[in-house]
């Protein structure tokens, strides 16, 4: 089992920049594909950015695709959402989540199919 815990949200004017953290413990970082989901009030859970458990494939939402990038550093158990060119659309309860998988370079987008989650980090981005 792995526990989760995000931080870096936070307030930012639209055009600003934020990096979330999302720290893991528990079983071996390296034997789980992550994934960045958010979620804004009224509306379901989506796909945000996510990376395979060999960390050699990467996928991103196409609203986010240029403005955000994922990276890990696996000596530090600690994967990294950076977000640029933010915009107040942006603005949600951004969660980390994992997916313990045997597949070495899949990137899953679908909430199902993460096993574990964090408590989540509020973005809020005004205009």
């Known amino acids: 089992q792995v526990h989760l815990v995000e931080s870096g949200g936070g307030w930012v004017q639209a055009g600003g920049s934020l990096r979330l953290s999302c720290a893991a413990s528990?079983?071996?970082?390296?034997?789980?594909?992550m994934g960045w989901f958010r979620q804004a009030p009224g509306k379901e859970r989506e796909f945000v950015a996510g990376?395979?458990?060999?960390?050699?494939?990467?996928d991103y939402a196409d609203s986010v695709k240029g403005r955000f990038t994922l990276s890990t550093d696996n000596a530090k158990d600690t994967v990294y959402l950076q977000m640029n060119s933010l915009r107040p659309e942006d603005t949600a309860v951004y969660y980390c989540?994992?997916?313990?998988?045997?597949?070495?370079?899949?990137?899953?987008?679908?909430?199902?199919?993460?096993?574990?989650w964090g408590q989540g980090t509020q973005v809020t981005v005004s205009s």
């Open positions: 990376i395979s458990r060999s960390g050699g494939f990467t």
């Open positions: 989540a994992a997916d313990s998988t045997y597949s070495s370079n899949t990137v899953f987008t679908a909430r199902s199919e993460y096993d574990y």
């Open positions: 528990g079983r071996t970082f390296k034997r789980y594909a």
